[in-house]
């Protein structure tokens, strides 16, 4: 990585006119500016913020610098940056974040995340997702929480769907549940084809075949669990289920489930059983009854992906974190 060093010999200046011009460049010459700039973009040089920190610690500044796609605006995002602040000053080490949002410049964001100089750096995300991690972030420690990469390996902790629909289902059809119907997430996320095949193994060892059963995804956009009712009416005929049970892409699908189920005068888990996803913060125990859930594994993940960064970990391979079943009342 390009140093003050570099620019100011590129440019033909001082040291003292590269940092003028970083800090103050009204009190600098415009062509004498105009170098520098020029400098600094064909290095692609980073102002170092914490250059003082540093040299203060040692080589080895025991900083995290977390970024964050779109992750603060979800309430999962609690369970993972509070795990990674919590277990990094466990281990005398500091963390911080920058957030970046869809309609942001990714380079920009990268820049201002790599001015603090972290000693290593967690990519994290809304949501299971692929991403592309910006070349930037390679050159130092680099871990990735809730998402992989589509280039070349990074280190990845990521939830265990197959295994977490698996042992759900499994569990419900261990209850006597035999016709269920399944509301998936949209067809193009990737936890939905992971948790299916979750599903579908589970049917397979009870005797039941997954394609016979009725498959229903959901349309991308939060707007579309307004359609779930009208799905699910479309399988209730004459007041009467068409089903013994309902498998939910996540828990709030199956907030919509209830309504719909309890408004119709189908009880829960009398008439119809019924099992959620993620174990949304702050809502499954607030379902009547309580909801069966799968508990997203963010703390976990924010944990461990931590300590990768914290132990210096050079492997690069994916690591499937446990989801754990979470038996309530509504089946």
């Given at each position: 990585m390009a140093s003050l060093k570099d620019v100011a010999r590129?440019?033909?200046?001082?040291?003292?006119?590269?940092?003028?011009?970083?800090?103050?460049?009204?009190?600098?010459?415009?062509?004498?500016?105009?170098?520098?700039?020029?400098?600094?973009?064909?290095?692609n040089y980073v102002p170092d913020l914490s250059a003082k920190q540093i040299r203060s610690v040692g080589t080895k500044n025991k900083t995290i610098g977390v970024l964050?796609?779109?992750?603060?605006?979800?309430?999962?995002?609690?369970?993972?940056?509070?795990?990674?602040?919590?277990?990094?000053?466990?281990?005398?080490?500091?963390?911080?974040?920058?957030?970046?949002?869809?309609?942001?410049?990714?380079?920009?964001?990268?820049?201002?995340?790599?001015?603090?100089r972290p000693g290593g750096i967690i990519f994290t995300t809304m949501g299971l997702r692929e991403v592309h991690v910006p070349p930037k972030l390679l050159m130092y420690p680099c871990v990735l929480a809730n998402c992989e990469n589509k280039g070349e390996p990074v280190a990845c902790y990521i939830p265990d769907d197959e295994q977490g629909q698996y042992t759900a289902v499994q569990?419900?059809?261990?209850?006597?549940?035999?016709?269920?119907?399944?509301?998936?997430?949209?067809?193009?996320?990737?936890?939905?084809?992971?948790?299916?095949?979750?599903?579908?193994?589970?049917?397979?060892?009870?005797?039941?075949?997954?394609?016979?059963?009725?498959?229903?995804?959901?349309?991308?956009?939060?707007?579309?669990?307004?359609?779930?009712?009208?799905?699910?009416?479309?399988?209730?005929?004459?007041?009467?289920?068409?089903f013994d049970s309902v498998i939910c892409g996540n828990d709030r699908i199956a907030f919509m489930v209830y309504q719909t189920l309890l408004a119709k005068g189908i009880s829960i888990p009398q008439d119809i059983g019924v099992i959620?996803?993620?174990?949304?913060?702050?809502?499954?125990?607030?379902?009547?009854?309580?909801?069966?859930?799968?508990?997203?594994?963010?703390?976990?993940?924010?944990?461990?992906?931590?300590?990768?960064?914290?132990k210096d970990d050079d492997r690069k391979e994916r690591v499937l974190v446990d989801s754990p079943w979470l038996s309530r009342e509504s089946f």
């Amino acid at each position: 990585m390009a140093s003050l060093k570099d620019v100011a010999r590129m440019a033909n200046v001082s040291l003292m006119t590269v940092s003028r011009a970083l800090n103050s460049p009204e009190r600098v010459k415009p062509e004498t500016l105009a170098r520098v700039q020029e400098a600094i973009l064909h290095l692609n040089y980073v102002p170092d913020l914490s250059a003082k920190q540093i040299r203060s610690v040692g080589t080895k500044n025991k900083t995290i610098g977390v970024l964050a796609l779109d992750t603060v605006t979800t309430p999962f995002s609690v369970e993972i940056t509070l795990s990674i602040e919590e277990t990094a000053r466990a281990h005398g080490w500091n963390s911080f974040v920058v957030n970046m949002f869809s309609d942001d410049n990714p380079d920009d964001i990268v820049d201002l995340l790599l001015a603090h100089r972290p000693g290593g750096i967690i990519f994290t995300t809304m949501g299971l997702r692929e991403v592309h991690v910006p070349p930037k972030l390679l050159m130092y420690p680099c871990v990735l929480a809730n998402c992989e990469n589509k280039g070349e390996p990074v280190a990845c902790y990521i939830p265990d769907d197959e295994q977490g629909q698996y042992t759900a289902v499994q569990a419900l059809l261990a209850a006597g549940y035999r016709r269920p119907i399944c509301l998936h997430l949209p067809i193009n996320h990737l936890a939905t084809s992971r948790r299916r095949k979750g599903l579908e193994r589970a049917c397979r060892e009870a005797s039941i075949d997954p394609d016979k059963l009725e498959h229903c995804y959901m349309q991308f956009g939060d707007e579309h669990y307004r359609d779930i009712p009208d799905i699910l009416l479309a399988h209730i005929h004459q007041g009467i289920p068409q089903f013994d049970s309902v498998i939910c892409g996540n828990d709030r699908i199956a907030f919509m489930v209830y309504q719909t189920l309890l408004a119709k005068g189908i009880s829960i888990p009398q008439d119809i059983g019924v099992i959620g996803y993620d174990n949304l913060v702050g809502i499954g125990n607030l379902f009547l009854p309580p909801l069966s859930t799968v508990q997203l594994p963010h703390y976990e993940i924010g944990r461990l992906s931590t300590l990768h960064i914290i132990k210096d970990d050079d492997r690069k391979e994916r690591v499937l974190v446990d989801s754990p079943w979470l038996s309530r009342e509504s089946f």
